[in-house]
């Protein structure tokens, strides 16, 4: 289907109506600069966090207390911050569970009420559609969203309202369209993200409507009820030979006000708003600017993006072969991404494209996620000034399956960050600490001091500390405390798929959240609260109860 230029006239008279769409929309540019260096928070991003700060701390006084009445929560508290993995929908519903165990609103736990008490929630990938969905909804809770998943996930990702697939595809197909009328390409990752988008946000024309930067104008974000979010996601330049992005790519963030990287070879953000619009050496090419590209599904389905493999193409016919496009893949850690796709879910995709003639493969970045690049001919950002488009992807594909790096970042003062792994290193499909691995090797490369020391996973499986939370960072203020809970079989069904299913039952999807709460709670066990906020604590200097001793002697790493 093709659509007149004319008709994005037409998509802008809609949109100011009330009208959903999926296409970027051409408006005048604003009067501010769209690009900023790095050197510090943005305004709004400051004024948000320290707004939030004040009602996260009045949150963690309550929590700490009812945990144990020996915590001294006077003063300033420490900033907490979560992450939540990749690892498709097994990281999605194990996340969840382990969100509606922290939330004092949906549980009754000993862990319930701490995740009142955080700053900031990071998410890639798997975790990015959890992460999406909760925002959305206007931080919604897990058991409303249960609500909406399931019946979705137990149609599958690729048989969207069931009987009703056919006339989705064409709806999606449409959306497709209007996207490539405004002057922009649409690639697989597009379809991709309108069928999550299907599963995970409200509103018409299956989440049509939802941007991240509309997410501002929400009452739990008016109000800093929400931990500030963040999706992160990686780039490939693909000038080069490899598809897969190198263990120390660059980490881009996805926020309600920014998106950028504070790598120092680009160190610049520009506001989320306007993603999509032509910039050269950081002005507008012309005196319109784009909005509406930033639409959250398509930020969530970039951020799990993961169909730059080079053998994809076995998967379709002679004319789909994709092997010549990308010669290497040997530059990542990655072992849980693109590695874990099967023949099966490779050949939904090119049924996908069957479903979606509006996208079609001619060159490498048709792989990937495009996004116009702000900081094109940007001098002070020589690592991508080169490049016209982004072409951007999973946001685990390095190896760093936690998106951690946003949190040792000196700007926003997070002292505790609590790593949720529902990654799937091992045989049974649970994590063994290998993203955090290369999360410490990839910050001590990159001079990001406050990344604690974390070993190998055989020296965590030769101390017997795989399969249970573990602290980092333990006596060293100069760091921040990395609190690891991985995901484990604690209740009967496991809590564990693979990452490549994208159709789960509705009792697979209450099982996975149930076992997701055990893991948060530790079995709704007090001791384990009381440890939790002692890891919390440990780095603030205020007085602790005698229960931390033992504490820290069972969860904190020692070398």
């Known amino acids: 289907m093709r659509f007149p230029t004319s008709t994005t006239l037409i998509v802008t008279a809609l949109v100011s109506r009330g009208f959903a769409t999926y296409a970027p929309i051409s408006t005048p540019c604003p009067s501010t600069s769209l690009v900023r260096t790095a050197t510090g928070l943005s305004d709004e991003e400051e004024a948000y966090r320290t707004a939030r700060k004040a009602k996260a701390d009045v949150a963690l006084v309550d929590w700490l207390l009812k945990t144990n009445c020996g915590f001294d929560t006077s003063g300033e508290l420490p900033a907490v911050a979560l992450t939540s993995s990749g690892g498709g929908f097994r990281a999605l519903l194990a996340g969840a569970g382990v969100i509606r165990a922290f939330d004092g609103r949906d549980s009754n736990v000993s862990t319930s009420g701490l995740y009142q008490g955080l700053t900031y929630?990071?998410?890639?990938?798997?975790?990015?559609?959890?992460?999406?969905?909760?925002?959305?909804?206007?931080?919604?809770?897990?058991?409303?969203?249960?609500?909406?998943?399931?019946?979705?996930?137990?149609?599958?990702?690729?048989?969207?309202?069931?009987?009703?697939?056919?006339?989705?595809?064409?709806?999606?197909?449409?959306?497709?369209?209007?996207?490539?009328?405004?002057?922009?390409?649409?690639?697989?990752?597009?379809?991709?993200?309108?069928?999550?988008?299907?599963?995970?946000?409200?509103?018409?024309?299956?989440?049509?409507?939802?941007?991240?930067?509309?997410?501002?104008?929400?009452?739990?974000?008016?109000d800093n009820e929400m931990p500030y979010p963040i999706i992160t996601a990686m780039n490939v330049d693909l000038s080069g030979t490899s598809c897969i992005p190198p263990s120390n790519g660059s980490i881009w963030e996805f926020t309600p006000y920014e998106f950028g990287t504070w790598d120092p070879e680009v160190a610049a953000f520009t506001p989320t708003a306007y993603l999509g619009t032509s910039l050269s050496n950081g002005i507008p090419v012309s005196s319109n600017c784009t909005t509406n590209y930033d639409n959250l599904g398509f930020v969530l389905g970039t951020s799990s993006t993961l169909l730059n493999d080079p053998t994809i193409g076995t998967a379709g016919s002679p004319d789909l072969l994709l092997a010549n496009l990308c010669t290497s893949t040997a530059t990542s850690n990655?072992?849980?991404?693109v590695d874990e796709l099967t023949l099966e879910f490779k050949e939904d995709i090119f049924a996908l494209l069957v479903e979606i003639p509006d996208v079609t493969f001619t060159s490498a970045a048709d792989l990937f996620a495009t996004w116009p690049n702000p900081f094109y001919n940007l001098s002070s950002s020589?690592?991508?000034?080169?490049?016209?488009?982004?072409?951007?992807?999973?946001?685990?594909?390095?190896?760093?399956?936690?998106?951690?790096?946003?949190?040792?970042?000196?700007?926003?003062?997070?002292?505790v960050i609590i790593v949720n792994d529902n990654d799937g290193d091992t045989a049974a499909i649970y994590p063994d600490g290998a993203e955090l691995y290369y999360t410490y090797l990839a910050a001590s490369a990159a001079g990001l001091s406050r990344m604690p020391f974390v070993p190998s996973p055989d020296v965590l499986v030769a101390k017997n500390m795989s399969d249970s939370p573990v602290f980092f960072g333990c006596g060293d203020v100069s760091t921040a405390t990395v609190v690891w809970i991985p995901n484990a079989p604690l209740t009967p069904a496991g809590g564990v798929i693979e990452t490549a299913q994208m159709q789960i039952n509705e009792t697979q999807t209450e099982s996975m959240v149930a076992n997701g709460v055990a893991v948060g709670s530790q079995n709704d066990s007090a001791e384990w609260a009381t440890c939790l906020g002692c890891a919390i604590m440990e780095g603030s200097g205020k007085r602790l109860p005698e229960d931390c001793a033992a504490c820290f002697g069972k969860y904190c790493f020692k070398q």
């Not at 990655?334 to 991404?337: A, E, G, K, N, Q």
């Not at 020589?382 to 072409?391: C, I, M, T």
């Not at 936690?402 to 040792?408: A, G, R, S, T």
């Open 121 to 222: 929630h990071s998410a890639l990938s798997g975790g990015s559609w959890l992460l999406s969905s909760i925002i959305a909804n206007d931080f919604a809770t897990i058991s409303s969203l249960m609500e909406i998943w399931k019946p979705n996930f137990a149609n599958g990702l690729f048989s969207p309202e069931g009987s009703n697939a056919t006339a989705v595809f064409a709806d999606i197909d449409t959306d497709i369209a209007l996207k490539q009328a405004a002057g922009f390409k649409g690639t697989v990752a597009d379809a991709w993200s309108r069928l999550l988008s299907l599963q995970l946000l409200p509103g018409a024309n299956y989440g049509a409507g939802n941007t991240l930067s509309a997410i501002t104008s929400l009452s739990s974000f008016v």
């Open 334 to 337: 990655s072992t849980s991404s």
């Open 382 to 415: 020589p690592l991508v000034s080169a490049q016209e488009n982004l072409a951007m992807v999973d946001g685990g594909e390095s190896g760093q399956v936690n998106p951690i790096f946003p949190f040792l970042q000196p700007a926003r003062n997070v002292s």
